[in-house]
């Protein structure tokens, strides 16, 4: 039984990699071109594109929940139902974080890389999406500022690309510029995936030895004036909130760690 477990689970996974693919072909066949025939703005667009994206992020995630792939549990996002104008972090354990996060925050904007852009699986769902392409500079920082206060929420993983396994957290300083820039605080939330999965060092069909479970977990908020208060200019400051940041979410980390031991 622990074998056909195994490879039935090997199956769905792949079987879930899949639909993602061919989901996102769905979405730029026919949800990009709706989305351009209703809505003429492109603020209107977007929006809608959003919503769009969030409800298939829904529907992919039941569908592994349903097919015995994975569990969540999702705490606290109720407080965060009709909140506008977050800079929501978040650590980045595993390859689909990004996909419960945007499935379960409303209006989410997101950083996403060039090269995910010129994908044929998932050129749709950004695109309809209209979300921000990471090309660097003050450019993007000025977009996400200006997303955030616009009223979008936008969703940073400060560590840049997922964690690796067993070593220190290493966080740059993107989200501490876009807050120190905007006057925003951070609207924490904290990913735990157990047994690990989908990390920067397993691939997509090294599964874990069984169904895994993510559990996201929204944290009281951090002003960001208060932990900068007195620092002289914002270089200075970048640095000691992003070196914050470090120490919140390796103290989450040691929290979990010492409940599973």
């Not at 992020?57 to 969540?72: D, K, S, W």
């Not at 606290?76 to 800079?87: C, S, V």
């Not at 392409?133 to 500022?145: A, H, I, R, T």
Request: charged share 20%; glycine share 8%; with cysteine.
């Amino acid at each position: 039984m622990g074998k056909l477990n195994y490879y039935w689970r090997l199956f769905v996974t792949g079987l879930s990699f899949f639909s993602f693919g061919f989901g996102g072909l769905i979405i730029a066949i026919f949800l990009l071109p709706t989305v351009w025939a209703l809505k003429r703005t492109p603020e209107e667009r977007t929006r809608l594109g959003k919503k769009g994206v969030q409800l298939s992020f829904r529907i992919f995630i039941e569908l592994m929940r349903v097919m015995g792939v994975c569990n969540y549990r999702m705490n606290g996002f109720e407080q965060l139902a009709k909140r506008k104008g977050m800079l929501v972090i978040a650590n980045h354990p595993s390859l689909i974080d990004v996909i419960f996060l945007v499935a379960f925050i409303d209006d989410a904007d997101c950083v996403v890389k060039q090269s995910l852009k010129s994908n044929p699986a998932t050129f749709g769902p950004l695109t309809a999406a209209g979300y921000l392409v990471n090309q660097g500079g003050e450019d993007l920082l000025n977009k996400c500022v200006q997303s955030i206060s616009s009223g979008k929420n936008l969703i940073i993983f400060p560590e840049g690309t997922r964690t690796v396994p067993g070593q220190p957290l290493n966080m740059q300083r993107g989200a501490a510029n876009i807050a120190l820039r905007g006057n925003f605080d951070f609207t924490p939330v904290y990913i735990r995936c157990e047994p690990t999965t989908l990390t920067k060092a397993e691939k997509w069909y090294q599964i874990p030895p069984r169904k895994f479970t993510m559990e996201l977990t929204v944290q009281q908020d951090i002003n960001v004036k208060e932990v900068v208060a007195n620092l002289p200019n914002n270089s200075i400051a970048s640095r000691k909130l992003t070196e914050y940041l470090v120490e919140f979410f390796t103290k989450e980390n040691d929290k979990h760690d010492r409940s599973c031991q």
